[in-house]
């Protein structure tokens, strides 16, 4: 297995590799009832839960390494009191970040997606009229917006507790980061980059 930790704005990321000879491994290493949760995914679910959840684990610290990490009732992660984290995968990568709760709240979110045009043009349905009409590049350009407001939506939906459109929010792409416009009465920041192939973002709402 292989870990990379990336420091961000938002948190710390903590980068997964979960080869199949290691999912064992890592299953034994997760809290009793993540164990439980993990038994009753399908094989591909089951990798993704444990790798997310490995994840999740290395940014915590040593005595919080027993405390389960389950989903809430809208499918976030539920961290330890006084954290906040998420968590992404894809294939046998799976990417969490983890960073302490604020006053005023504030909630995080990572998104992980390979950093390559979509197999469809997801242009039409991800971006506002104004984002398709400036963007040269509907291949990776497209993708990068697609992790971005995914991100996005990790940080909010804590908030907000809806599903939020792609087109409720509007990226304004510069190097790093990208500008965020919506109704949403939060105000949101992102980062994101290239690493390993793929497209890295991090998001952070907090209630204004
Ligand atoms: C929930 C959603 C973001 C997951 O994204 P995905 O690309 O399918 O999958 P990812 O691997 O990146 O993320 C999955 C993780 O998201 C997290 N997640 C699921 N529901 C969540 C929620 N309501 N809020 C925050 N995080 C959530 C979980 O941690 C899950 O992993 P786990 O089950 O192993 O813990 C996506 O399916 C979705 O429903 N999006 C809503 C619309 C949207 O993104 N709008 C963007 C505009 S803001």
């Not at 990417?95 to 302490?100: G, W």
Request: hydrophobic fraction near 45%; proline fraction near 7%.
């Amino acid at each position: 297995m292989r870990l990379d930790l990336l420091p961000t704005p938002h948190g710390t990321v903590a980068l997964v590799d979960l080869p199949d000879a290691s999912v064992d491994s890592a299953l034994a290493a997760l809290a009793p009832e993540e164990q439980v949760l993990a038994s009753g995914l399908s094989s591909v679910r089951r990798r993704e839960l444990i790798a997310g959840r490995t994840a999740l684990r290395a940014l915590l610290a040593p005595e919080l390494a027993h405390h389960p990490l389950l989903p809430d009732d809208r499918g976030a992660p539920v961290l330890p009191a006084g954290w906040v984290g998420s968590v992404s995968h894809k294939g046998t990568h799976a990417a969490a970040i983890v960073a302490p709760a604020s006053d005023p709240r504030a909630h995080v979110g990572v998104d992980l997606e390979v950093a390559a045009p979509a197999r469809q043009d997801i242009a039409r349905w991800i971006l506002t009229k104004r984002e398709q009409e400036t963007l040269a590049d509907r291949g990776r350009g497209a993708t990068l917006r697609f992790s971005i407001k995914e991100a996005i939506y990790k940080a909010v939906d804590p908030f907000v507790r809806r599903y939020v459109a792609f087109t409720e929010v509007e990226l304004e792409v510069a190097e790093g980061v990208a500008y965020v416009s919506s109704e949403l009465p939060l105000a949101i920041e992102t980062t994101w980059r290239e690493h390993g192939g793929f497209w890295l973002s991090t998001a952070r709402a907090v209630g204004r």
